[in-house]
């Protein structure tokens, strides 16, 4: 029996295997995917008639809608077309520092972003659906990057955030830097031309280790049972 077992535990852990090696994969560049749209706003929008946070459209022709949160500065954009986020202290001249994507009640698979003119370093932080958490040195933030998913797993939500701290340990501030407000000189001046595929309703998804222990379980009640008949 303890053998039994010990086999059932290797063919489940090959099994689970593809879903343990999930990961987000972080691209430079604009590289689109098969099915991907363009994140668009049908009309002006800013943080004032929506506080902290203005909604996009996913290409006019699904009905998902795009949240685009900031915790530290006012939002604003009036492209009309193809989103176009500024700060709205001052567009095209304040900085963004921080800003948050999410789709509702719905995770995607990739997603494509254009923060421009950035001053300092930012951080790009992926939540998958899994609970899991993936960063990304985006530097000055002048780059288009891609983000796609493999193995089955889904984005809930990207963060891109620049501190005025170094990162320790200890940390330590950055002298002479401003991080919030019309003097702000930590930041990007605008987000473009995001884009998205993959858009699917979200599902809660068990941990690879939570299929593994259910698979092991399964399989070795399989051989138990097998034995009992075979005795």
Excluded: W
């Amino acid at each position: 029996m303890r053998r039994t077992l010990l086999s059932a535990a290797v063919i489940a852990a090959a099994f689970a295997s593809p879903l343990a090696q999930a990961d987000v994969i972080f691209t430079l560049g604009n590289n689109p995917q098969p099915d991907e749209v363009n994140i668009f706003f049908e009309n002006p929008e800013s943080s004032t008639t929506a506080p902290d946070t203005i909604h996009g459209d996913v290409g006019h022709i699904l009905n998902e809608v795009v949240d685009f949160h900031s915790n530290n500065n006012p939002l604003y954009q009036n492209a009309q077309g193809q989103a176009d986020i500024e700060n709205e202290l001052n567009p095209g001249k304040a900085l963004l520092t921080d800003l948050e994507i999410t789709v509702p009640g719905f995770t995607f698979t990739d997603f494509i972003m254009n923060p421009l003119n950035g001053e300092g370093d930012a951080t790009v932080t992926v939540k998958d659906n899994m609970n899991h958490v993936f960063d990304y040195d985006l530097g000055n933030g002048q780059n288009y990057l891609t983000m796609t998913t493999a193995n089955g797993e889904t984005i809930t939500e990207i963060d891109i955030s620049m501190s005025c701290t170094n990162p320790g340990p200890p940390p330590t501030p950055i002298p002479g830097c401003i991080s919030s407000g019309t003097n702000a000189n930590l930041g990007f001046i605008e987000f473009k031309q995001p884009r998205i595929s993959g858009v699917a309703d979200a599902v809660a998804v068990p941990e690879p280790t939570s299929l593994t222990v259910l698979a092991t379980a399964l399989l070795a009640l399989g051989f138990s049972i097998r034995a009992r008949r075979s005795s």
